[in-house]
C-alpha cells in the first residue's frame, strides 16, 4: 500500500486538488484490492494484466486483450464483470454480425401501432466484445460512438449509455482465419491493451487443479457494487498529476514522433490516456499523486496498440528504449 496525502513527498504532490475526493486513496487501494482478489480466484497469476484491465476500468477508458485463443481472456473479462457487479452483456463477434445487433433496433408494435425500440447489448455497464476481430469492419464501427463518446446513434436518435460503460474487447491474432484487423481509429479507443502470454508450468498445474471439478467462475460473486466502480472513477480524476508529469508525457510522446522506425504516431489520445492510466495506477497504491515509474510502467500497454512501425519493427522494445532514456525534467520547488 502507498502513502496518502499526510506522508507524501513533497515533490510529487505539488499541485493539490481544490477539493478532497468523496473517496480516500488508501480506501481506493482497499477496494481495488478486494476486487483483484477476486478476480484471482478465478485467473491463476496474469497479476500484471488482471491489473491492467482493472486500471482501464477505473481510468474510465476501455480495454483490448490480445493472445491465442485459450489463454483466458474471456474468463479475465467475465471474472471482472462479475466482480464488480452491474449489467453485463456479451457480443460474441462473428462474420455475419450486424451493427443493429450491437446497438440494437426500431420493431413494430402491432398492438400499438408504433415502432418500438429495442436497446441491443451495448446497453450496459460492461460489455463483453469476445473475439472483436472476427466481425466486419461495418460491425466494429458500430462500437466507435458508443467507446468515444458514450453514446449510441440509432435511426437518428441518440440515446446515452449508462454510467460506468466499460467495454471488454478480446482479440486473436490477425494471422487467424476469419479475423479482420482492427482500424486505427479503433484502436484510438482503447485506453490500453494487453497480452494475456503463456502460463508458467506452476500456473498450469494450478489451472487443471481448479478445473478439475468444475468452472470456478460459476461460483463467484461480486465484491463490489456499481457504487464503489463510479466512486473510483471520480477518485481517479481527483489524484494529482504535478506539472514534471505532464512536461515529461509531452516529451514522451515527441520522443516516440521522432523515431525513425515510427510510421504511425501516438495521437494526442493517447497522451490523456496515458495520464489517466498513471492517474488510476496510483490509486492501487493509495496515492492520490502519480510517479514517474507510474508512466514509466504503463507506456506500453497504453501507447503499443496504437503506433504503426515500418518493416518489422518491434513496438514495446522501441517504447522500452525511449523510457530507459528518456530523462525526467527537473521539479520545480514552491
Not at 481544490?18 to 477496494?31: G, H
Not at 484487423?181 to 500456473?203: H, I, K, N, Y
Not at 457504487?227 to 489524484?239: N, T, W
Request: charged content about 20%.
Amino acid at each position: 500500500m502507498g502513502r496518502n496525502r499526510a506522508d507524501r513527498p513533497l515533490d510529487w504532490g505539488l499541485v493539490a486538488a481544490s477539493q478532497e475526493p468523496s473517496l480516500q486513496p488508501r480506501r481506493a487501494a482497499e477496494l481495488l484490492e478486494r476486487v483483484e482478489k477476486n478476480i484471482h480466484r478465478v485467473i491463476v497469476g496474469k497479476d500484471r494484466v488482471v491489473r491492467l484491465a482493472l486500471a482501464g476500468l477505473v481510468a474510465g477508458g476501455h480495454v483490448l486483450l490480445q493472445d491465442l485463443p485459450g489463454t483466458g481472456k474471456t474468463m479475465l473479462a467475465r471474472a471482472l464483470a462479475t466482480s464488480v457487479g452491474g449489467t453485463f452483456r456479451r457480443i460474441q463477434c462473428t462474420p455475419d454480425l450486424l451493427p443493429s445487433d450491437i446497438t440494437g433496433s426500431s420493431v413494430f408494435n402491432q398492438k400499438d401501432l408504433t415502432f418500438e425500440f429495442i436497446p441491443g447489448p451495448i446497453f450496459a455497464n460492461i460489455v463483453l466484445a469476445d473475439e472483436v476481430n472476427r466481425a466486419t469492419p461495418r460491425t466494429q464501427s458500430a462500437l466507435l460512438e458508443a467507446m468515444g463518446e458514450q453514446q449510441v446513434t440509432v435511426e437518428g436518435t441518440t440515446r446515452p449509455l449508462e454510467r460506468p460503460f466499460f467495454v471488454v474487447a478480446t482479440q486473436n491474432p490477425t494471422e487467424f482465419h476469419g479475423t479482420y484487423p482492427l482500424p486505427e481509429s479503433q484502436l484510438d479507443r482503447f485506453v490500453l491493451a494487453a497480452e494475456m502470454g503463456p502460463p508458467t508450468d506452476a500456473e498450469a498445474l494450478e489451472v487443471l487443479a481448479r478445473r478439475e471439478h468444475g468452472d470456478p467462475l460459476a461460483d463467484l460473486a461480486s465484491v463490489v457494487d456499481i457504487a464503489d466502480v463510479i466512486e473510483l472513477q471520480d477518485a481517479c480524476l481527483r489524484v494529482v498529476a504535478a506539472p514534471a508529469i505532464r512536461t515529461y508525457l509531452v516529451a514522451l510522446l515527441q520522443a516516440v514522433r521522432a523515431r525513425p522506425d515510427v510510421l504511425l504516431p501516438a495521437s494526442m489520445r493517447s497522451g490523456v490516456y496515458l495520464q489517466r492510466a498513471a492517474q488510476a495506477w496510483a490509486l492501487f497504491e493509495g496515492r492520490d499523486f502519480v510517479l514517474p515509474d507510474d508512466v514509466k510502467l504503463l507506456a506500453v500497454p497504453v501507447l503499443a496498440h496504437r503506433l504503426g512501425m515500418r518493416g518489422r519493427g518491434r513496438v514495446a522494445e522501441m517504447l522500452n528504449e525511449v523510457v530507459t532514456t528518456l530523462p525526467i525534467p527537473p521539479l520545480r520547488q514552491h
